[in-house]
């Protein structure tokens, strides 16, 4: 049973490729890190507060980090840590001045981000 179950499944797979696709399909090769940068990318924006921080980011030229804490009802640690992840994805810039650190949107890292998405569809 299991050997004709084996031969209705590739039955099926043959139906839609041939051979010349199926060895099309299987050479695909891919930009690895691209992928890698744009994975990163979009892990980041997985969450609600960094949303939110890439909102209020994209309605000013910087904040402090002190200035994006008073729009949420979480600790400093705790944006101080989702700006981290926004910078290593390379989606905000920090500028420090003396003690102070200015986060500004990076807006061509957003419309890159934005055209690796359109492409893909």
């Avoid at 043959?14 to 892990?43: M, P, S």
């Avoid at 500028?95 to 650190?101: F, L, Y």
Wanted: glycine content about 4%; charged content about 25%.
């Amino acid at each position: 049973m299991a050997v004709a179950k084996e031969a209705d499944r590739e039955a099926v797979h043959r139906a839609c490729c041939d051979d010349q696709c199926l060895t099309a399909v299987a050479g695909t090769r891919f930009d690895e890190r691209r992928i890698a940068h744009a994975a990163t990318a979009f892990r980041a924006l997985g969450d609600e507060i960094r949303l939110k921080i890439l909102t209020l980011l994209s309605r000013h030229d910087a904040l402090c980090v002190c200035e994006i804490q008073q729009a949420f009802e979480v600790g400093q640690p705790t944006i101080s840590h989702h700006l981290r992840v926004l910078r290593e994805a390379g989606l905000v810039d920090v500028t420090r001045h003396g003690i102070w650190a200015y986060y500004a949107l990076r807006r061509n890292a957003i419309k890159a981000l934005i055209q690796e998405l359109v492409g893909a569809i």
